[in-house]
């Protein structure tokens, strides 16, 4: 009866890994390739009533759901983990789990460095951010967004009006 149980167990998170993998790669694929970003109309960087910083934040939320269900599926498997590891690699399953780990985190690493090295459109959005492109973002010419002004309906040169929520 226990095995019944952790068999379901399995497929339920293996299912849910399935759904928020596809999420993740669905949203980030939108973001990387459909909505606008950088210097262009803020119509551009809407899709579906959603904001492109909304659909950041469901991707972000739904990557931090992949990560916890892929800790537990390393959980119900850690003894399968634990005997190919052994038997594979002749190697202590924490010795394993460590270089995993290390990989992963050379990975993760690598790809920030690489991100700074080559910015793309997020440099011109923090041009225009700091004031440089202020006629792109609807507000007076040099003038950037300070504190609290980000939100507004830009209903003319200089005029931004604070939407209330």
Do not use: C
Not at 27 to 50: C, D, N, S
């Amino acid at each position: 009866m226990k095995s019944l149980r952790t068999s379901t167990l399995n497929v339920i998170v293996d299912a849910l890994l399935l759904i928020s993998m596809v999420s993740v790669m669905f949203m980030g694929t939108l973001l990387g390739f459909f909505i606008g970003r950088g210097a262009v109309p803020q119509a551009e960087k809407y899709l579906w009533g959603l904001h492109r910083h909304d659909w950041g934040d469901l991707h972000f939320i739904f990557s931090l759901i992949l990560v916890g269900l892929v800790v537990l599926h390393f959980i119900l498997h850690v003894g399968w983990a634990r005997r190919t590891s052994k038997r594979l690699l002749r190697l202590h399953w924490i010795v394993s789990l460590v270089i995993l780990l290390a990989i992963t985190a050379a990975i993760l690493y690598a790809s920030i460095v690489w991100k700074r090295a080559h910015p793309g459109d997020w440099a011109h959005e923090d041009e225009a951010l700091r004031g440089g492109r202020g006629r792109d973002l609807g507000l007076e010419e040099g003038r950037g967004l300070g504190r609290g002004e980000g939100r507004g309906l830009g209903r003319g040169r200089g005029e931004n009006r604070l939407i209330e929520r």
